[in-house]
């Protein structure tokens, strides 16, 4: 597996420094660099990639721009020397951005992810089931290990996940969105507001699920998860 990537930054070093920690992972073809957003912008008109650094401040348009004017979108990590784009890198759904001066750590967590989203996005149906989630929040592309779940609630327009150790992970889906990235065997939806993992159910009674620390309510449309679940024990 290899990502085809270029890379965008109207300043020279910046591009270079890029350009040379690519070259550092076999998993990354850096396809052509470019010190114009412009001229990025016509290449991959055309000639589509699986990843894209880009700066975000340059003269013409900006990394922002750009990548919203893009038909077919790349996994972007966007590199910037402004903490203050996070919530545009947020509606974009940026996997992640980095700030300048860019350090080789950083450099490799990021393409670590990407390279990691990159599997999870284009895995074949028969391959293993995934074992992990992945959603936006807190301006990044975020991993959730499906073993960690406790339960997720709806908060409107939000979900909230429920980890283990009382972790939570807020993020902008409805709820019948991210019940269609999890497996089906794996977690049911009890309520209008909850999904729970199957396996963490401790006891159903009154029309409540009693997880590890928690009781939850089943909701009269999703009885039919009762009587199922009853059925196997």
């Known amino acids: 597996m290899v ?7 109207d300043e020279p070093l910046a591009l270079r420094l890029v350009s040379e ?4 992972f076999p998993a990354l073809q850096l396809v052509k660099t470019f010190d114009d957003a412009i001229s990025g912008a016509e290449f991959l008109k055309t000639k589509p990639v699986d990843l894209l650094f880009i700066d975000i401040n340059m003269p013409d348009i900006t990394g922002i721009d750009l990548v919203r004017s893009l038909p077919v979108k790349p996994i972007v990590i966007f590199t910037t020397a402004y903490k203050n784009f996070a919530y545009e890198g947020f509606e974009l759904e940026a996997l992640d951005y980095i700030l300048k001066p860019i350090d080789f750590k950083r450099f490799e967590k990021a393409v670590e992810k990407a390279i990691d989203y990159y599997r999870y996005k284009n895995k074949t149906t ?5 074992e992990s989630l992945y959603v936006y929040s807190e301006y990044r592309m975020v991993k959730i290990e499906l073993s960690t779940i406790e339960y997720i609630e709806s908060m409107e327009d939000y979900i909230k996940i429920h980890l283990t150790n009382a972790k939570t992970v807020l993020t902008l889906m409805p709820l019948k969105k991210v019940l269609e990235k999890l497996p089906a065997d794996k977690f049911q939806r009890i309520h209008r507001s909850y999904i729970v993992p199957v396996n963490k159910i401790r006891s159903i009674q009154n029309r409540k699920v009693k997880l590890t620390d928690i009781e939850l309510p089943v909701s009269e449309s999703y009885q039919d998860f009762i009587r199922n679940w009853m059925k196997f024990r």
């Open 126 to 130: 028969n391959e293993p089931t995934e």
């Open 3 to 9: 990502l085809k990537c270029i890379a965008i930054d």
């Open 21 to 24: 920690y690519i070259s550092r």
